[in-house]
Structure formats: C-alpha cells, structure tokens
C-alpha cells in the first residue's frame, strides 16, 4: 500500500516499509505543505506519517477518513484535533518513550547552559569581546543541592530528575494533574501545589503535554512568584509560556535566566531580544535530534503505520479508546 510522508525520513523507516511490501512517498522540499497540498497527496495515499507541525485539525481529519493509518513522528500530539479523531474513531498513533533520555538531556544542557551563560559568552568570543579578565566578571551560579521543579512529572521529567539528582544532589519536587506515587518513591520527589512550584523551584522545568489547562501557564503571575534566583526551562511546548511575559520576568529580575528549546511562535525570529541575554540559551526545538532517537522513533512510527495498513491495532495510539 502507499504511505505519503510529510518528511524525509530515516532508511531504517524506508527499510520497515520496504521489507512489508508498501511504497512511500516523502516531502523532500524543505517547506510547510498547505493544508490543501496535505489533503491532496492523503488522497492518494493509505497512510500518512506527519513529522513537524501540520495541523491535523477536524477539516483535515473529516477529509482524510479514507486513510488506513495516521502517526506522527513526535511523542506530542496538540497539532491533532483527538477530539474530532474520537468521533470519526480514527487512531492516531505517537511515538513515546524512546525520546525521554534525549529531550532530559537538552534540558539538563540548557539548565547547565543558563546556568554558567554558556552560550552568551561564547558569542562574546565570536565578536572579538573575550577582553580583560575581572574576578567578578561573567560569574554563573551553582546547581549543586539547589531544587528542581518539575511541571508534569511523566517520563521526561523522570529522567531529567535522575540525571539532576545524580549529577548534583538535587531535590525534586513536582505538579501534575495527579499525583504520580511510584515517581515519588523512586525519586524521592515531593508533589507540590502549582504555587508552591513557582515558589520553591530553584531550577522549573516544563514537561506537560499542551492542553488547554496548561497554554500560557507561565504567565506575567507565575514569573512573578518565582524565586529571582531561579531558572526556567522549557523543552516541552512554546505555547505554555508567554514569551513577552518571560522577557519582562527576566529584564525586571523576577527570574535569573531561561533556557527554551520550545519558542512561541516557533520558530523565533533572529532579532528577538531573549537572544541577547546573557542569562538564556535558546535551541532551535531539537529535543529529540539525535541518530539514535530519531531512528527509534521512526521505527515506532513505520510500526504504527504497517500494523494500521494490516488492520491491526498500533501498539502505540494515543487514543486506544476507539478501537473498542
Ligand atoms: C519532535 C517533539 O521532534 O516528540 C515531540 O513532541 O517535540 C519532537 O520530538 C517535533 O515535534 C517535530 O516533529
């Protein structure tokens, strides 16, 4: 059968498709397909795997009922409308877990990042400043016994806590819709209201899904009761924080610095202010841009798609619900 992919992909995903006998067609041009263009090329396809951010809305979704099976390439899913997905019971498959050492480690750099003014110094290498030493010249702060917050403590959040609590003694203290016990135990983590988060967190790190509840969460209000001491990192989604409210949080020091891998909008312009700041490290949304991990997502989303195309259920949809 014929899958149409809105990337190029990694052979070993070719490979799978291959070998189970269906055909793909791959977006190859580095451009954002119309909504249109998506919808015409579904057309002539069984499958569709969407990597990046086209919006698999309810129009997109009533027009494209004839396909056999739909993944993405992502463990997130706010681009697709699940809602519409439930009514027409069209599985959407994702690719979790596999991602969660990559995306803690992009936190864990740009926590380490921030916290040193890694990237702002070595622009200042770069445009000829390295300039006369000052003892206390480009001073960072230590993470050593400092507080970790954790906003959504699934299995990102969980490896971002091992890691910090293995490289630096930190104390973990987390919120979530509900409590996760089993987290609590293994991390020895604390669960805290939201408030206490803001407050306590000496480092705040967001691994929510986006949802309604959580766009815009971190707003003018949650900055302002952050420690002025404390970092805030965002590696999940750019539209949880508000990002004219995060550059006023930390011009007016209500925060020491940000490290963002999610920008909202994404992508962020070259001349936007946060990419001045000594005290943020901004990456361009590469969580989870390793070979590895992107190869094992790739082999979790062919395997999602060839088990749709033989009317299977996928072993990893996000909402299993509608196969009943
Ligand atoms: C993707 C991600 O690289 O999995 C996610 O939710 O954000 C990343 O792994 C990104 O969504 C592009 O597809």
């Not at 069209?90 to 750099?109: C, K, Q, R």
């Not at 669960?191 to 480092?203: G, R, T």
């Not at 929510?208 to 404390?230: D, Q, R, V, Y």
Request: glycine share 8%.
């Amino acid at each position: 059968m014929k899958i149409f992919s809105t990337r190029a992909i990694p052979s070993i995903g070719l490979k799978l498709f291959a070998d189970a006998g269906h055909t793909v067609t791959q977006h190859t041009e580095r451009r954002e397909l119309a909504q249109s263009e998506l919808i015409a090329a579904c057309r002539e396809h069984d499958a569709l795997l969407s990597a990046g951010p086209n919006k698999l809305d309810a129009f997109f979704l009533q027009q494209c009922r004839h396909l056999k099976a739909i993944t993405l390439l992502s463990v997130g899913y706010d681009n697709v409308d699940m809602a519409e997905a439930a009514k027409l019971k069209m599985p959407i498959g994702n690719t979790p877990g596999v991602l969660s050492g990559a995306t803690a480690d992009t936190a864990f750099l740009l926590m380490l990042a921030v916290s040193r003014k890694a990237f702002y110094l070595s622009n200042t290498i770069s445009k000829g400043d390295w300039g006369f030493y000052g003892p206390m010249d480009n001073l960072g702060i230590e993470l050593n016994g400092k507080t970790l917050g954790i906003f959504g403590l699934g299995r990102i959040g969980i490896e971002l806590a091992h890691k910090c609590a293995a490289a630096y003694h930190m104390k973990i203290i987390y919120h979530n819709r509900n409590r996760n016990e089993a987290a609590e135990k293994e991390l020895l983590a604390k669960y805290v209201s939201f408030d206490e988060l803001l407050q306590q967190s000496d480092v705040l790190s967001a691994h929510a899904n986006l949802s309604p509840e959580t766009n815009g969460i971190f707003n003018k209000e949650a900055f302002s009761k952050m420690k002025p001491s404390s970092i805030f990192i965002n590696t999940a989604r750019g539209a949880m924080h508000n990002e004219q409210h995060l550059i006023e949080a930390l011009q007016q020091k209500n925060i020491w610095g940000a490290g963002l891998d999610v920008t909202n909008p994404e992508p962020m312009e070259k001349d936007n202010i946060l990419l001045t700041m000594p005290n943020v490290c901004v990456l361009p949304h590469v969580g989870s841009g390793t070979v590895e991990t992107r190869d094992a997502m790739t082999i979790i989303a062919a395997k999602n798609i060839i088990a749709g195309l033989d009317g299977q259920q996928m072993e990893h949809a996000i909402n299993p619900e509608v196969y009943q």
